[in-house]
């Protein structure tokens, strides 16, 4: 994975002298709170409900055991000993003290770490697949193209104040585990007569008007790349609406103009650029893709298991996949046990996933979308082992990818956006198909709950979706079938009237058990959905 | 720092005169036409200003006649101001670049990369902060409108 040299280095410990030094000027009152909110939340420091939270970057969402262990320290340190992964593969901290925020910089600068860009009207941390480099159905690791988009993305000085927030995302597979077609601009590597480019997808996202990317250009190669986002930038930054918070995405402005006249536009921007000279040489791509070389495999690692543990057998056929090396593995730690915050991790979990890592799977570790945790790397030997010290510390539920595993954003109980509460609502629903045999019935199902209509729960992209909304004073969730952030991509609309916390669990069983009598061989729920339509389900919620 | 509530903008812009400049030539005192006035022609002027919402792009083909360019920021979270002197500056344009109106301390290292040489802030901007601010960083990843060598220039050569 990628290492800072003495330059990335020198930035970050910069950046930290910076954030204290404008820590420093709010707490004496040189600034004002107005004057320095944009600048704390270019550091991911939020002002929630009941203290700051400061969200720390996962490029990516790949990172080592150090780090992860810092992760953990930080928990334990500076916060109530828990950390909350994120759907943008961050993590972030709660109960975090203004004045500690500038030391909690200096500790993750040791490791390689940070906060920028996490928040702000700024180009936010790159995602990517969580498998990348592991997946067998990869053209390439998307990793490297995401490590040049961070660095240019780093104070770039042209984009520190857009109209809005801006997410990039990068893959490299045909499945699409990162749902790239719902950000600002998402790029699918390719390979195209031996040469490696991307499509690239703009103007997608979630929020209060969903919308799925259209493919803006079919091909871009990695010398033409930073200019060709700079263009695709500056025709946003320069067009994209400031009179209105709610218009002001990208994927507004290519509503209103269309996507062929955004694509003109950034063709004919992508000239100037191009002429500038912004694009690294092919010796800074080839420096960076070194360092993303696979790991040391061995070649005569044995492949096959020992499936004689049921329970072992179970974990291992939910949340073990495919590698692209025989005799390795692909393993998802469930950040949801049932009863538990989505996301969420004990400092201890945190040590523990670390040193797993570091002993089994090449000292790399992922953080999901889905707000789990992967070890890309673990030799189909050591499952067993790997298994064993999960279940220990509670990390061993069986449930990736089924109806338990839920997206939620933190809601009413800590953000101050929310309308309604998300966590108690996903405590409900996954105690209510706790039974473990009728979640692996139920097969894939992605269910999203979202406090409020920002959709940081990514409601509208669940086969079962929930937004909490406030009606009159009381909070009130409706529901949403039928969508989906994968290379199915589709967006899930409204059942119909809304629910309380206890109607919207009944109605989701009444989903589910409409689906199973109407499913045909081998179909999930969303495909179920997509064959019968809204109406059958309608009719088994509203009678 | 003032108290921003103390400073009178016009007052702190009268003349056009530049608060901190980053030239050596002699500053234009020549008050500023809008865009539009400027295009019509019928004009001597060689100061423009640019509104927020204006496309840079329409003085391209003008960059002769022109000695300053003074581009407005109507609050410090309305970035165009940062394209305009880009294009500008790509464009060949080598005169004044002014950042007028609510231009803060943290945002004028950027605004240096992106080109401008000139600010006009509505509240003074305090000397040693903004000194902290201009030397704080020794390394910059992009190439921009300044000498700026980026990273991968020094990496690679």
């Not at chain 1, 770039?156 to 990162?178: N, Q």
Request: proline share 4%; aromatic share 8%; with cysteine.
């Amino acid at each position: 994975m990628y290492k800072y040299d003495q330059y990335d280095q020198r930035i970050v410990d910069a950046r930290v002298d910076e954030f204290r030094d404008q820590v420093q000027r709010r707490l004496s009152g040189e600034m004002t709170e107005d004057q320095f909110k944009p600048l704390r939340l270019m550091n991911g420091l939020y002002l929630q409900l009941h203290a700051y939270m400061l969200r720390v970057a996962v490029p990516y969402g790949t990172l080592d055991s150090r780090q992860m262990r810092m992760l953990g320290h930080i928990a334990r340190k500076y916060d109530r000993g828990y950390g909350h992964f994120t759907t943008r593969q961050n993590i972030q901290y709660n109960w975090i003290k203004l004045e500690d925020a500038p030391d909690i910089l200096a500790e993750l600068a040791t490791v390689e770490m940070h906060a920028i860009q996490t928040s702000g009207n700024c180009i936010r941390n790159i995602s990517s697949d969580q498998f990348a480099g592991a997946a067998a159905d990869e053209v390439a690791d998307p990793r490297v193209w995401a490590e040049l988009l961070r660095q240019w993305s780093t104070f770039h000085p042209e984009f520190t104040y857009l109209p809005r927030k801006f997410k990039i995302c990068v893959i490299a597979a045909d499945e699409d585990r990162a749902a790239m077609r719902l950000h600002d601009i998402g790029i699918q590597l390719v390979e195209r007569d031996g040469v490696l480019g991307g499509r690239v997808f703009v103007g997608g996202g979630m929020g209060r008007t969903p919308m799925i990317a259209p493919e803006i250009r079919d091909f871009v190669t990695a010398d033409d790349l930073l200019s060709y986002v700079e263009a695709c930038l500056r025709v946003y930054n320069r067009y994209g609406r400031r009179d209105n918070i709610y218009k002001a995405r990208i994927k507004i402005l290519l509503h209103e103009i269309g996507a062929d006249e955004y694509r003109r536009q950034v063709e004919e921007e992508f000239v100037a650029v191009k002429a500038l000279g912004v694009d690294p040489p092919k010796a800074e791509f080839d420096r960076i893709a070194a360092m993303f070389a696979p790991p040391a495999f061995d070649a005569a690692a044995s492949a096959g298991v020992d499936r004689s543990d049921p329970d072992f057998a179970v974990w291992l056929d939910q949340n073990v996949s495919a590698h692209k090396q025989p005799g390795y593995a692909v393993v998802t730690i469930s950040l949801k046990p049932i009863g538990g915050i989505p996301g969420d991790a004990s400092a201890d979990q945190i040590d523990v996933m670390a040193t797993l890592a570091e002993r089994y799977s090449f000292d790399e570790l992922r953080v999901t979308h889905a707000q789990n945790i992967v070890l890309p790397h673990v030799a189909q030997a050591d499952l067993y082992t790997v298994w064993q010290a999960l279940t220990e510390a509670g990390l061993a539920e069986a449930n990736l990818d089924l109806i338990s595993d839920i997206i939620a954003c933190p809601g009413l109980d800590y953000c101050s956006l929310a309308n309604a509460r998300s966590i108690p609502l996903a405590q409900k629903i996954a105690s209510r198909f706790a039974d473990a045999n009728r979640q692996r019935d139920l097969g894939e199902l992605k269910l999203k709950i979202s406090g409020c209509i920002n959709a940081c729960g990514h409601h509208h992209a669940g086969h079962i979706g929930v937004l909490g909304v406030d009606r009159k004073g009381t909070e009130n969730y409706q529901l949403l079938l039928g969508g989906s952030g994968a290379e199915d991509v589709s967006l899930g609309k409204i059942t119909g009237p809304g629910f309380d916390e206890d109607g919207v669990v009944d109605a989701i069983e009444r989903v589910t058990d409409r689906y199973l009598a109407e499913r045909a061989e081998g179909e999930r729920f969303l495909d179920t959905y997509r064959r019968i339509g809204m109406e059958p389900f309608k009719e088994a919620i509203y009678g | 720092m003032a108290d921003p509530e103390q400073t009178d903008p016009d007052q702190a812009n009268r003349g056009g005169e530049p608060r901190l400049r980053f030239r050596t030539d002699e500053a234009s005192d020549e008050p500023a036409i809008t865009l539009d006035a400027f295009l019509e022609g019928q004009t001597n002027a060689t100061a423009v200003r640019l509104e927020a919402g204006d496309d840079a792009r329409a003085l391209l083909g003008h960059l002769d006649k022109v000695a300053l360019v003074e581009v407005s920021f109507p609050t410090f979270r309305d970035g165009r101001g940062y394209s305009a002197a880009r294009i500008l500056r790509e464009g060949g344009y080598t005169g004044e670049l002014r950042a007028a109106g609510d231009v803060l301390v943290d945002q004028l290292p950027l605004m240096r990369r992106c080109g401008f040489d000139s600010f006009a802030p509505e509240a003074e901007i305090d000397a040693a902060a903004l000194e902290r601010a201009l030397t704080r960083y020794d390394y910059r990843y992009q190439k921009a409108a300044d000498a700026a060598v980026p990273v991968w220039k020094l990496r690679h050569g």
